[in-house]
Structure formats: structure tokens, C-alpha cells
């Protein structure tokens, strides 16, 4: 059953309906909301924090190949650590909702001494026993991690998944030493927004059988460029640089063919690129964003 949720910024209840939606966390329809007050944008009514609790503790895991949790991540895993090796070459790295430890291992690889941190008690033995990581299951604020112990802090498709990501970006900010990096991807409000209502243009006007809705991903919170850099700033955090993430394969395969899903990620990712770089790196289009920012 779910239930009224209030903004996790501002604590206003005040919102505007954006799109009617459901996902595997929510199979009740349920709304994507923006707050009036601060502009988050969530979704209301959602999951008992139980229940969410208890899906990614034993479910989420389960959804996808085990592909979906390695191969088809290494694209952007590569792509973060040229973003890290701009500021650091080694030291102590988290990984928070680090899954079964992949970007762990391939950072222990160059050098890093890593931790993790997960939900899933699954994905944290798997980590532990077969690939010999160190990590924590359970919530972050729950590791009980010290002071300033990291030099580099990572959370990759994490934050717009947390039931209150407010409260663990400022434990991330906490744990975090001064001068440390932080790295984040989330998913690109202004990009699955857009999908979705073409979508139901062209459910409307039924162009041939093309149906992108499979497209479309929406999280418990969803990110702007705008809002998560307010989120940062008050969080404390400085030199805020945001990316289009690397692309990775996913639904589109099933909705249009292996082939073509790779012709037209190679394509997008060529034109919101394109159109990064021609906005001298302001205007950032993609379907996640990748974001880094210091600790001052």
C-alpha cells in the first residue's frame, strides 16, 4: 500500500502532478510530483520505507542478467575513474550502494583501498566471498563510518533510489575528507520527462508500432542539473562539474533490436554531446547525469 510523501528537501507537501506512473518498486499507479516550494521533483504516493527497505534488500538484484550489474556499467566505471584520476591517484575510496562490488574491484585494481556499502545483504556477500571486498549491508548512516575517512566517496544510480537521499547526502558530505571528490550519477529528469511525453504523443498518433515508454525511467526522487546542484551547494559541497554519463546497453534492445539500440546510443550520445560542448559544458542532456564536486 502507498503512501502520502512529503518533499525531502523542504518538507512542503504542496506539489504539481508531472506524469502518472508506475515502476517495479510501485506496481500501484502513483504520480511524479515537482514541490512547489523547492522544486524537487518525486514521487507521491510511494513505498512504506519498509517495503522499500525490503526490495532492495532481496529484489532489485534480481531484475536484469548478471550483465546489467557488470559488463554493461563498464563504460561509465572507465569514464569515472578518468574524472577521479584528475584529482587523486589513490587513497580510500566508498562506494555507496556499491551492489556486488565491481567498480570496487576494478578500483582496488588500480590501487585504491575500498569499502562498500549496500542494502543488499545478496549483493554485499557476493562482493565479500567472492571477490574479497570489504563492505557493510545496511543503510549508510548505519555503517557508522568516521570523520572525514575518504578521500574519494562514489554513489552510482544511488541517490534518486534512497528513501531520504537528503539526509544521506549530508552523511556522504560528513564521512567525506576535506578536499575529497565525490562522484554521482542519477538519472536525467529533463531527458525521461521528454520521453515520456513523447511517448504518449506517439501512442496518440499510433506511428507505426514504436512504443518508447520501456524508454522512459523514473526513480523515488528525480535530479535536474538545476536541483541536484542546489542540493549540493547547501550541502556544502564546491567545483560542481556536471557530464552526460556514458551511455550503457539496456530496454531499448528489446524495444527496437540489439543492432539498432547500438546505432541510436551511439547516436544520442553523439548529439547531446555535441550539444554539451557547444553550450561550453552548460547544457547537459543526457539520459543520467555524471556529477563530481569537492569538499572544501
Not at 517495503?51 to 534488500?57: C, L, N, R, T, W
Not at 569515472?80 to 567498480?103: E, P, W
Not at 548512516?141 to 575517512?149: R, V
Not at 544520442?268 to 554531446?273: D, F, G, H, K, P
Request: hydrophobic share 40%.
Amino acid at each position: 500500500m502507498l503512501i502520502r510523501a512529503r518533499c525531502n528537501f523542504c518538507d512542503r507537501e504542496d506539489h504539481v502532478v508531472l506524469a502518472s506512473i508506475k515502476t517495479p518498486l510501485t506496481p500501484e499507479p502513483s504520480f511524479l510530483v515537482r514541490c512547489t516550494g523547492c522544486g524537487l521533483v518525486y514521487m507521491n504516493p510511494m513505498c512504506p520505507v519498509e517495503e522499500e527497505k525490503e526490495f532492495y534488500a532481496h529484489e532489485y538484484y534480481k531484475i536484469g542478467e548478471e550483465r546489467h550489474w557488470h559488463e554493461n556499467r563498464l563504460s561509465y566505471f572507465e569514464q569515472a575513474f578518468q574524472r577521479i584520476g584528475d584529482s587523486f591517484q589513490t587513497g580510500r575510496l566508498l562506494d555507496v550502494g556499491c551492489g556486488k562490488g565491481y567498480f570496487l574491484e576494478m578500483a582496488r585494481k588500480r590501487g585504491w583501498k575500498v569499502y562498500g556499502v549496500d542494502p543488499s545483504q545478496e549483493a554485499v556477500l557476493f562482493a565479500r566471498n567472492s571477490l574479497g571486498l570489504e563492505a557493510f549491508a545496511g543503510e549508510l548512516k548505519d555503517a557508522h563510518l568516521e570523520s572525514e575517512s575518504f578521500e574519494v566517496i562514489t554513489a552510482w544510480n544511488v541517490l534518486d533510489h534512497m528513501y531520504d537521499p537528503w539526509a544521506d547526502l549530508q552523511e556522504i558530505f560528513r564521512i567525506l575528507k576535506r578536499g575529497g571528490l565525490l562522484g554521482l550519477r542519477v538519472l536525467n529528469l529533463d531527458f525521461h520527462l521528454f520521453l515520456y511525453h513523447l511517448s504518449n504523443v506517439l501512442g496518440v498518433i499510433s506511428v507505426g508500432r514504436l512504443n518508447l515508454s520501456p524508454l522512459v525511467g523514473f526513480h523515488p526522487h528525480m535530479f535536474s542539473s538545476r536541483c541536484i546542484k542546489k542540493w549540493l551547494e547547501k550541502a556544502g559541497f564546491v567545483d560542481i562539474r556536471m557530464e552526460n554519463s556514458a551511455l550503457v546497453p539496456g530496454t531499448a534492445s528489446a524495444v527496437v533490436g540489439r543492432v539498432t539500440e547500438q546505432f541510436l546510443r551511439k547516436l544520442t550520445y553523439l548529439l547531446v554531446e555535441s550539444c554539451y560542448y557547444l553550450s561550453l559544458r552548460t547544457l547537459v542532456m543526457g539520459p543520467s547525469l555524471m556529477i563530481f564536486a569537492k569538499k572544501p
